[in-house]
């Protein structure tokens, strides 16, 4: 069993049916009598199972592309904290959380997957409404390491800024910038647009002389 925390570690988990099917075959090649059905445990293996290693638990993992993976490897994660340790060091930051600051880019879709709710025990249909729009926008914001967040920049599908216009951006967190691209994506001029109209405003007011650190994987 420690291999399957191993490869579920390494990205590579087994599904509840994979896992049954793996110790089928390992069963086969060791030549060992059992009752299995067509060679493959069943629930009652999985639950004897479970209770010898409560550490094995089904779990839904998320889904993470292989070059994320690969900049995952503990020994790279390592060499980049004591990286920005040293970067954070020399330029004076460790005391200055407020001058620490991280921007990711996000997705928000107007038709959200529906969550787990309660319904009667073996109803058939079990759906929840949701909307049939297939748009979203993006969204791109930046938050320090003290918790304070900058005006967010907002990406709408759109070839104007008519396109703007649609949305409620009245309801929006004050000072948020709207813009307007072909596919709602980030793009090279977005960046800069969102650099210049967002990030730079927001840092005016500090020291001449203070350096500010920010974080973003474009």
């Known amino acids: 069993m420690d291999k399957v925390i191993d490869a579920a570690a390494a990205g590579l988990p087994l599904t509840k049916r994979q896992l049954l099917v793996r110790v089928g075959i390992l069963v086969k090649k060791l030549g060992l009598k059992t009752q299995f059905k067509k060679g493959i445990p069943g629930d009652d293996y999985r639950r004897a199972l479970k209770s010898r290693r409560p550490d094995l638990m089904i779990r839904k993992p998320e ?19 004591q990286d ?13 959380p407020e001058r620490i600051r991280n ?4 997705g928000l879709q107007f038709s959200p997957e529906p969550d787990r709710a309660n319904g009667k025990k073996g109803m058939r249909g079990f759906v929840a409404r949701t909307s049939n729009s297939r ?8 938050v320090n390491a ?17 396109s703007v216009q ?3 951006t009245q309801d929006a967190p004050q000072g948020t910038v709207w813009t307007y691209q072909p596919n709602a994506w980030m793009g090279e001029a977005l960046g800069i647009e969102w650099f210049r109209e967002v990030f730079l405003k927001n840092c005016r007011g500090a020291p001449t002389t203070s350096y500010s650190r920010l974080t973003w994987e474009p």
């Open 103 to 106: 921007a990711d880019e996000t």
């Open 63 to 81: 889904g993470c592309a292989t070059n994320r993976m690969r900049g995952m490897n503990p020994v790279v994660v390592d060499h980049y904290f």
């Open 135 to 142: 748009e979203s926008i993006t969204t791109l914001v930046c």
């Open 84 to 96: 920005l340790d040293a970067l954070i060091t020399s330029l004076d930051l460790a005391a200055k």
């Open 166 to 168: 649609s949305f409620a």
């Open 146 to 162: 003290a918790g304070t967040a900058m005006p967010p920049l907002c990406v709408v599908k759109g070839k104007t800024m008519h």
